[in-house]
């Protein structure tokens, strides 16, 4: 197909031969993100493959450019090109291959060394006889080839989705019938629902008595919207994976003695998505802490690289981000950064939603790593686990703190109806040795002391001094009565 191009093309030669390469790479540039947008059609927008599409092409034509300054010869530079692609694309799979065999190997071992070995082999190639270089160009058509088939086969089948999409826009936007009125009217019969969760929030108390912070201005700023707030709310214990755990357990599923498989297992039954779910909310997760745990019962889910675009699921961008080389870079603190910035804006995005929206928000904040300071600036990397300077967790504190006040402040502007309960798993913990390598012990009290507030559409409710799952399961039982029956049951 390729070798016809000098034949049948009309361009000068020289740019024929410019060009047969670059289709090559392009065609296998382009296939996660073709493959990715026909396996997900149903929920991505033809306008989100451009960005995808030219960052990919970039990437791709980058690459063939350098690898062919080492080779001379564009038939082993495209070569090269190709499997590079194919495996920065697909790294997570090929790493967890790699650790399965050596554990000790890290990203930083393995990263360097994939790009050490191309470049070498780019460099050696120069020796080849005539005949292999042959033969490469060979299997670069030949990949190519097949390449450019897999891209026909997975975009001819979204040709007749994409045009019922067409329609169905077209026909919603000029007809309205009654049996649609009436779907609309019980989709908003309920609430919005929002469950935040800010990981390693202090109390009021807590943060007051061990950082000499007054956070009064927020308290005021929670009773003043209507908020109801407990001042005395503790939970058991300061172990995120076991209080998370008994709230998206709906009961006190796991404790101190539960091994760390079982309440991982137990989280990932996702029992409060599917209640909210089998009330016909559509859930959202959005979590900083255990990306990709929960897999069912998810409308929309936006974790880290995961960026959903207007509550309507992932980017394709994200989708390839996620198992490509990049993806490990991004993980700690590059993509937390923008990530829980946006995580912000995106909690009041829901308020025009056409059926009723259940809102799990688990955010790392202000929780290690400090990446932010009070004004939201940048944290420098080295301080990023520092709590032997207090101004670094406080400052994070403080940054939430303002972030959370504006995304409330939104949400019942633009959604006064929703119920919202915010709440922290535990206090400050202070994990950083002190002088003398002696850890520092805080009071029980202290940090297990919760934030715990609950608006309920401006009305009061009784929630002072109840732990995180037992507020839930109040709120639960007063916006739902009988249909919560049977959540407060034992294990």
């Not at 005949?131 to 990949?143: A, D, E, G, K, M």
């Given at each position: 197909?390729f070798?016809k191009?000098?034949r049948?093309?009309p361009?000068?030669?020289?740019?024929?031969?410019v060009?047969?390469?670059c289709?090559?790479?392009?065609?296998?540039?382009?296939?996660?993100v073709?493959?990715?947008?026909?396996?997900?059609?149903a929920?991505v927008?033809?306008?989100?493959?451009?960005l995808p599409?030219?960052l990919?092409g970039?990437l791709g034509?980058?690459?063939?450019?350098?690898l062919?300054?080492?080779?001379q010869?564009?038939?082993?530079?495209v070569?090269?090109t190709?499997?590079?692609?194919?495996?920065?694309?697909?790294?997570?799979?090929?790493?967890?291959?790699?650790?399965?065999?050596w554990t000790?190997?890290?990203?930083?071992h393995l990263?360097?060394?994939l790009?050490?070995a191309?470049l070498?082999?780019?460099?050696?190639?120069?020796?080849?006889?005539d005949?292999?270089?042959?033969?490469?160009?060979?299997?670069?058509?030949?990949?190519a080839?097949?390449?450019?088939i897999l891209?026909l086969?997975?975009?001819?089948?979204?040709?007749?989705v994409i045009?019922?999409q067409?329609?169905a826009h077209?026909?919603?936007?000029?007809?309205s019938?009654?049996?649609?009125?009436?779907?609309?009217a019980?989709?908003?019969a309920?609430?919005?629902?929002?469950y935040i969760?800010l990981d390693?929030?202090?109390?009021f108390?807590?943060v007051?008595?061990?950082?000499?912070?007054?956070?009064t201005?927020f308290l005021?700023f929670?009773?003043r919207?209507?908020?109801?707030v407990s001042?005395?709310?503790r939970?058991a214990?300061?172990a995120?994976?076991?209080?998370?755990t008994?709230i998206m357990?709906m009961?006190?599923a796991?404790?101190?003695s539960?091994p760390t498989e079982?309440?991982?297992?137990?989280?990932?039954?996702?029992t409060?998505l599917k209640?909210?779910?089998?009330l016909g909310?559509?859930?959202?997760l959005?979590?900083t802490?255990?990306?990709?745990?929960?897999?069912?019962?998810?409308?929309?889910?936006?974790?880290t690289?995961?960026?959903?675009?207007?509550?309507?699921g992932q980017?394709?961008?994200?989708l390839?981000?996620?198992?490509?080389?990049?993806?490990?870079?991004m993980l700690?603190?590059?993509s937390?950064?923008?990530f829980?910035?946006?995580?912000?804006d995106?909690?009041?995005?829901?308020a025009?939603?056409r059926?009723?929206?259940?809102?799990?928000?688990?955010?790392?904040c202000?929780?290690?790593?400090?990446?932010?300071?009070?004004?939201?600036g940048?944290?420098?990397p080295?301080?990023?686990d520092n709590w032997?300077d207090?101004?670094y967790?406080?400052?994070?504190?403080v940054?939430?703190?303002?972030?959370?006040t504006?995304?409330?402040?939104?949400?019942?502007?633009r959604d006064?109806a929703?119920?919202?309960?915010?709440?922290?798993?535990?206090?400050?913990?202070?994990?950083?040795?002190?002088?003398?390598?002696?850890?520092r012990?805080?009071?029980a009290?202290q940090?297990?002391s919760?934030l715990n507030?609950v608006?309920f559409?401006?009305?009061a409710?009784?929630?002072?001094g109840?732990p995180?799952?037992?507020?839930?399961?109040?709120v639960?039982a007063?916006?739902f009565?009988?249909?919560?029956?049977?959540?407060e049951?034992s294990?």
């Open positions: 197909m070798q191009i000098d049948i093309s361009l000068p030669r020289r740019f024929a031969a060009f047969k390469p289709l090559k790479v392009l065609v296998v540039a382009f296939y996660p073709i493959f990715l947008f026909a396996h997900n059609i929920e927008s033809v306008v989100q493959i451009r599409l030219c990919m970039g034509l980058t690459m063939l450019a350098l062919f300054l080492l080779c010869n564009s038939g082993t530079a070569i090269l190709q499997l590079s692609l194919l495996l920065g694309t697909c790294y997570r799979p090929f790493e967890s291959l790699i650790r399965h065999q000790a190997i890290r990203y930083w990263v360097p060394s790009v050490l191309v070498v082999l780019a460099w050696l190639s120069r020796r080849l006889s005949r292999w270089r042959l033969r490469l160009c060979r299997i670069s058509h030949n990949v080839i097949v390449f450019g891209l086969l997975n975009l001819v089948p979204t040709v007749p045009s019922r067409l329609r077209l026909s919603a936007a000029s007809t019938t009654a049996a649609g009125e009436d779907q609309l019980q989709n908003f309920r609430p919005n629902f929002y969760i390693e929030y202090s109390n108390n807590s007051r008595d061990r950082y000499n912070y007054d956070n201005a005021e929670l009773r919207k209507g908020f109801n001042l005395t709310s939970n214990t300061t995120t994976n076991i209080e998370v008994n357990e009961r006190a796991v404790s101190v539960t079982q309440r991982v297992s137990s989280y990932k039954n996702g409060l209640y909210f779910k089998a909310y559509q859930t959202v959005l979590s802490v255990w990306p990709g745990l929960l897999e069912g019962d998810i409308t929309y889910r936006y974790d690289l995961s960026n959903a675009t207007d509550g309507h980017t394709l961008l994200s390839i981000i996620k198992n490509s080389i990049l993806h490990p870079l700690y603190t590059g937390d950064t923008g829980i910035s946006a995580s912000f995106f909690l009041g995005s829901f025009d939603a059926a009723p929206v259940f809102v799990f928000a688990h955010l790392r202000p929780h290690q790593p400090f990446l932010f300071d009070a004004d939201g940048l944290v420098p080295e301080h990023h032997r207090e101004r967790y406080l400052g994070q504190f940054y939430t703190t303002r972030r959370i504006e995304t409330l402040a939104t949400i019942l502007q006064p929703a119920v919202i309960i915010l709440q922290s798993d535990h206090s400050a913990r202070d994990h950083e040795f002190t002088a003398g390598r002696t850890k012990q805080l009071p009290s940090v297990t919760i507030a608006y559409g401006g009305e409710l009784d929630i002072e109840l995180g799952l037992e507020t839930g399961l109040h639960y007063k916006l009565g009988s249909e919560a029956s049977g959540t049951d294990p």
